[in-house]
């Protein structure tokens, strides 16, 4: 009869324990808690990171989404949020680095624990995260300027750009982009006559713009892929009393351009959009977390409205085009960042 007993403990036991385990999943299934951690709070761009993060929760269902930062940018700030957050067992954190290296030995502690982890906007090197969502990519940037100035040219006339500095690598990948587009058919009666460079510096810019539209009297666009050489020509070509006549477009901040865009000088611009970095990398944790997809190279994840993000080389997954701003959408933006 002990031994009886003994059974009958034993089995109560196990399905007790077997009830518990499958009430955890169930509710684990139900909800799912990630960090949007950012490089510092009362930054207005991650703001707006958290208000994508929280748009695509409600869209998801099974998100809860809480925003975090340090107060000053700086890694140890985030290597401490992210030993608490390893300790609270959170599902999945995505990171706005402020160091790609200094991340690393945490962030793996934390996805042995079970943790999801992605990076955004800044990036963890490989081996500190899963993937890492990049807002756009050198290719889309530089043939999107060509596309706009087209735009606003009505497909014809001269286009020359504005750059930052002649070594800026970046700038110079969109540039070389820039030429490879405008040699397809539907630029047939465009031509990009030079670039410049303003150095990052306003007053450079301004007068670099300047010299262009004396230079050449058929200019119809200038391209400025920097928001400091963008803000500097439009001011230029306001003062030089060419508004509508050359047409600037470029990348630029909403917050700075609102009154350029507003009287008609910035016809349209582009630029990475926070709230929709912040959700797609929600959409990204989502599916991570409930095992959708792992992130694999050569796989996509699906992002609501955002469509497919594929994953490259090196575990990078680009978001997109850059978002376009225009008279229709800038102050809303403008009140962001």
């Known amino acids: 009869m002990k031994k009886v007993a003994v059974f009958l403990l034993i089995a109560l036991v196990a399905s007790t324990m077997v009830f518990a385990q499958g009430a955890q999943e169930a509710k684990a299934k139900d909800s799912y808690d990630i ?3 950012v490089k510092s709070m ?11 993060s929280q748009e695509a929760a409600a869209e998801l269902g099974n998100i809860n989404t809480t925003y975090m930062g340090p107060v000053q940018t700086t890694a140890e700030g985030q290597i401490e949020i992210i030993e608490t957050l390893i300790a609270q067992r959170v ?6 680095a402020n160091d790609a290296d200094a991340l690393i030995p945490v962030t793996k502690k934390a996805m042995a624990a079970g943790i999801k982890v992605i990076s955004f906007d800044s990036g963890i090197n490989e081996g500190g995260r899963i993937v890492d969502l990049v807002p756009s990519k050198e290719e889309l940037i530089g043939r999107q300027q060509i596309q706009l100035a087209a735009e606003l040219a009505d497909y014809a006339g001269d286009v020359a750009v504005l750059s930052a500095s002649a070594q800026a690598t970046n700038q110079n990948a969109w540039i070389s982009w820039m030429r490879e587009e405008i040699k397809e058919a539907d630029y047939a009666n465009m031509n ?3 670039v410049v460079y303003g150095d990052d510096a306003p007053d450079k810019s301004y007068r670099e713009a300047v010299a262009l539209m004396n230079k050449y009297p058929n200019l119809k666009v200038i391209i400025c892929p920097t928001t400091v050489g963008l803000l500097a020509t439009a001011q230029a070509v306001k003062d030089e009393g060419k508004s509508g006549v050359v047409e600037v477009t470029g990348l630029g901040l909403p ?3 609102k009154g350029y865009i507003l009287d008609g000088t910035v016809g349209q611009m582009a630029l990475w959009n926070p709230i929709d970095l912040g959700y797609t990398s929600t959409y990204i944790l989502e599916s991570l977390i409930t095992g959708k997809a792992d992130g694999a190279v050569g796989t996509s994840f699906d992002a609501g409205r955002m469509g497919s993000v594929a994953v490259e080389e090196k575990g990078i ?4 085009t850059p978002f376009v701003f225009n008279a ?9 960042f």
Not at 42 to 52: E, I, T, V
Not at 91 to 96: E, F
């Open 35 to 37: 960090v949007i951690l």
């Open 192 to 194: 990009l006559v030079e």
């Open 328 to 336: 229709e959408n800038i102050e809303e933006y403008a009140e962001i």
């Open 42 to 52: 009362g930054n207005g761009f991650f703001d707006a990171c958290f208000k994508g």
């Open 317 to 320: 997954a680009v978001m997109g």
């Open 91 to 96: 599902d999945g954190i995505a990171i706005s």
């Open 255 to 257: 917050s700075e351009m």
